[in-house]
């Protein structure tokens, strides 16, 4: 299916992110950072408290973005910087494939 960029560093949500988006037949890659090879990727998944949402919105694939529900400014600062979706870390476990599924729909 596609090539998944998963920017998550905590071993938790790495599983989070890596297990359910394998299952639908993405190819994952999970690092810390978008690095220069990003836009090889289809699509980018990335925890906000470890990236900065400039670099994400500015690695070049459609990009989910995920946050601490309690952390407005974040999502704000994600919003403003470009990132295509943004959501809380909540959702994002719960509905992953169909959220990266719609991001490569729009990519495309």
Known sequence: MARVLGLVTDLMLASRVEAPLRAAGHDVVLRGEPGPDAGGF?????DLELVDPEAVAAAGPPALGFYSHVDV????????????????RSRMARELPALVAGLLERGA
């Open 73 to 88: 400014e974040t999502r704000r600062r994600a919003e403003a910087a470009g990132v295509d979706l943004v959501v809380p």
């Open 42 to 46: 289809d699509a980018i998944v990335a």
